[in-house]
Structures are given as structure tokens and as C-alpha cells.
Nanobody, 125 residues
Framework: QVQLVESGGQLVQTGDSLRLSCAAS????????MGWFRQAPGKEREFVAV????????YYADSNKGRFTISRDNAENTVYLQMNSLEFEDTAVYYC??????????????????WGQGTQVTVSS
């Protein structure tokens, strides 16, 4: 049974930093590209960042490029999202997701086979 478990979400102030973690089990982690998505109240779930299964290439949404960094530890089956200079607009539930291999359509939710339950990030101004 595949499980993705996010952690690290909390209430922070504008300008603060936060690191989210996603621990994966039940899958061959190294074979999956890992993404982060987020969903704010009343909005669609949107792409945040992805790290490729092989080579570790990373891609980001324009809204967080330069502020967020995605990384992975294949030995620990964990993917991270380091978020700096947080803004009120970053408030959302953050989800990690796993996509087998790499299709190039990394910003599409349908490309991801497995999803976590999400962790709440609230940025207070």
C-alpha cells in the first residue's frame, strides 16, 4: 500500500521560512518524480514544484521561483519543500504527489498516481 505523508505545515508570519517533508512508503521511491501542489480555499489545486526521478532536475511555478526549493533524499524516501520569504498568498494546503517516471507534463495533476493527505500552511500578515 502506497502512502505519502506530509508534515511541517504550521502558522507562520510573512517573510518567514518553512520546510515541508513528505515521507513515502510502499513504492520504489527512486522511480518516481515527486511533486508538490497546493490548494487555497475556493481555488483549484495548483502546481508548486517537481523534482525528476532521475537526474534530479527541478521545475517550479512562476509564483514561487526563487523562493522555494524542492529536494529529495532517495535513501530516506523523502521529498522536501523549503519555502522562504513566505507571503500571505502562499497560504494553502500543500500536497505531495508521485508520478512514475517523467512525462514532461509535470504541472498536470493527472500525471501523478499517488497523493498525500496534505499539510496546512498558514501565512499571517
Amino acid at each position: 500500500q502506497v502512502q505519502l505523508v506530509e508534515s511541517g505545515g504550521q502558522l507562520v508570519q510573512t517573510g518567514d521560512s518553512l520546510r515541508l517533508s513528505c515521507a513515502a512508503s510502499g513504492l520504489t521511491f527512486a522511480a518516481y518524480s515527486m511533486g508538490w501542489f497546493r490548494q487555497a480555499p475556493g481555488k483549484e489545486r495548483e502546481f508548486v514544484a517537481v523534482i525528476r526521478w532521475r537526474g534530479g532536475d527541478t521545475y517550479y511555478a512562476d509564483s514561487n521561483k526563487g523562493r522555494f526549493t524542492i529536494s529529495r533524499d532517495n535513501a530516506e524516501n523523502t521529498v522536501y519543500l523549503q519555502m522562504n520569504s513566505l507571503e500571505f498568498e502562499d497560504t494553502a494546503v500543500y500536497y505531495c504527489a508521485a508520478a512514475l517516471g517523467w512525462s514532461g507534463r509535470y504541472n498536470l495533476r493527472a500525471e501523478y498516481r499517488y497523493w498525500g493527505q496534505g499539510t496546512q500552511v498558514t501565512v499571517s500578515s
